[in-house]
Nanobody, 124 residues
C-alpha cells in the first residue's frame, strides 16, 4: 500500500514563500509520477503541478506558472513544491498525489494515491 505524507504548510503573508514536501513509501518508485493539487473552501479540487518520474518533465497550472516549482528528491520518492510570491488566492489545502507511469499527469482521476493534505493560508 502506498502512503503519501505531506508537510510544510502554514500561514504566510502575501508575497512570502513556503516549501511543501511529500514523502512516498510502500512500493518501488521506478516509473512513479507525482503531482500537487489544491482545494479551496467551497471550490473543487484543482491541478497545481506535476512531475514525471525522471524529474525531466514538469507541468504547471497557469495560475501558478512562474511562481511555483515542483521538483523531486534524489531518491525519487520525495516531491517538493516551492511556492514563491504567494497570493491570498493560493489559500487552500494542498494534496500530493502519485501513480505509476513515466510521464506527468494533470487530472486528479489519473492518480490512485493521495496524501492527507496540508493547509496553506496566505494572509493579505
Amino acid at each position: 500500500q502506498v502512503q503519501l505524507v505531506e508537510s510544510g504548510g502554514g500561514l504566510v503573508q502575501a508575497g512570502g514563500s513556503l516549501r511543501l514536501s511529500c514523502a512516498a513509501s510502500g512500493r518501488s518508485f521506478t516509473n512513479y509520477a507525482m503531482g500537487w493539487f489544491r482545494q479551496a473552501p467551497g471550490k473543487e479540487r484543482e491541478f497545481v503541478a506535476a512531475i514525471s518520474w525522471s524529474g525531466g518533465n514538469t507541468y504547471y497550472a497557469d495560475s501558478v506558472k512562474g511562481r511555483f516549482t515542483i521538483s523531486r528528491g534524489n531518491a525519487k520518492n520525495t516531491v517538493y513544491l516551492q511556492m514563491n510570491s504567494l497570493k491570498p488566492e493560493d489559500t487552500a489545502v494542498y494534496y500530493c498525489a502519485g501513480r505509476g507511469g513515466s510521464s506527468y499527469y494533470t487530472r486528479d482521476h489519473e492518480y490512485p494515491y493521495w496524501g492527507q493534505g496540508t493547509q496553506v493560508t496566505v494572509s493579505s
